[in-house]
């Protein structure tokens, strides 16, 4: 039976009363500004790139050091939010980290020098990290039980919205006013946030005030384990992975300390992240399976722009375009799959978006080289449909058991290892893309010679062409060479985009089978979250 307190809390009070039904919009609408601006950061900065190489006189490698400066502190915050929390009070931390974002934000717009920019990145990191378990264990707590899809529909909004519309907007304000603005825009929202968290957002009295130990060796092992992890996903693919001996240290050091980090937190009394939180079976499942759902999100985040840039040649504005329709769809869908939550089973909600995402991928697994912009549109609007059923479900499903002073940690957890699937589809899609690139090309080329008859069909149609616009023998011959190798590294790309699409497909296929670990229903039989 949950305490009265906890009851009163659950009407949607923060500090023991009631909030009114405006009231809990005003708090779900402050939060999701610091959301929407943190998971923006980590991709609008990389249509900014470019640019900032001629500024800072640096080269494509080293300049991803701007994106990667911030996913390294951002992802230890997102960790370490349930810790701060304790040592500072919610709101207390929530604003103290929106602050170092503006900060942070107004020094990387002036940064002169390289190491100025990633000195700053790593500040709003810092204040960006924090914001997002604390944004979804708000939401949750406002919200009364019946409405917990509800919330998490908007949580999910922010997050889904802010990676779509970062390269569009970024590109947009760097062609016409400058790098500098994809930080200076944060500003202006940054402190409506402030002024909207400060006015309607309060701890709750159930949440844990101070620790009575400071647990350094947890933050060590955490801070090298994450930073260690981060640089080898984000870094290993470029210079060929356990061929270079940096990437060999760093996963050892990453293997130990996050070995070790797990050990320690386990026998401390007060950890700087709860790994016991795991005990709790809808948050474990909920985070395996939300790994997969990341793993295809962010990987076809990854994978589509690329495509389309390197293959069909669209310019980056209309690359980013592509991705548009499936977050219009997850824009729409989500608030459904909210209203929904308490009339169908999470299992069956989850389950049909797993299935449309099935067949999404299975579809794009067979695009070709003259596929059309407006192919798109059906297969993406699918996968908005199957993610907003999907995620908003399990986000909702997986905390729907957790103890409320227990929620901010069990976020951070739920969003670390999303965070992570993200990182790990990057590193592993990449690496899938160029060794298959490699092997169908080897293929490709066996069929490339003078015994095959399509072949020699297709060779002499390119002399003929190349005769019947005055080239002689020699340059045409030369000329047909090198078309045949540009046809031939354009399929054999294309073939290996296809695998990756096919990768998710089994991957997704898999998870079915562990709904049934997840609850029947999404709301108690008593209609009260779980307390204490």
Known sequence: MATPVARASFKGATAGGEIAPAGKWLVAASVMIGTFLSVMDATVVNVAMPHMMGSFGQDLLTITWVSTAYSIAEIIMITMAAWWTAVLGRKRLFLASMFLFIFGSVLAGTSKTFTQMIFYRVLQGIGGGSLMPCSQAIARETFPPAEQGMAMAIYSMGVVLAPALGPVVGGWLVDNYGWQWVFYINVPFCIVGVLMVSAFVHDPPYLKRGVTRIDWGGIAFLTIGLTATQIVLERGEEVDWFSNNWIVIGTVIAAFAIVALIIWELRSEEPVIDFRLFRNVPLSVGSGLGMVLGFALFGSSFLLPQFTENLLNYPAFQAGLVLMPRALTMLLAMPIVGRLYNLVSPRSLIGIGVIALIVAYWQLGHFTLYVGFFSFLPILVLSGVGMGASMVTLSTVSLSTMPRALMTGASSLYTLTRRESGN?????????????????????????????????????????????????????????????????????????????????????????????????????????????
Not at 443 to 449: G, H, K, Q, T, Y
Not at 496 to 513: E, G, K, R
Request: aromatic content about 8%; proline content about 6%; charged content about 15%.
């Open 424 to 532: 790990i589809a990057y590193a592993a899609l990449a690496t899938i893309l160029a060794r298959r690139t490699q092997a169908h090309r080897s293929d490709l080329v066996e069929s490339v010679r003078r015994t095959n008859p399509l072949f020699r069909a297709t060779d002499q149609q390119f002399q003929s062409v190349l005769s019947s616009h005055g080239m002689s023998s020699a340059p045409s011959q030369r000329r047909d060479i090198a078309m045949l190798n540009q046809i031939v590294n354009r399929q054999a790309t294309m073939m290996a985009y296809n695998d990756c699409f096919w990768l998710t497909v089994p991957m997704l296929a898999i998870v079915l089978p562990f709904l049934f670990l997840l609850p029947k229903s999404g709301v108690p039989a008593d209609g009260e979250v779980h307390a204490e």
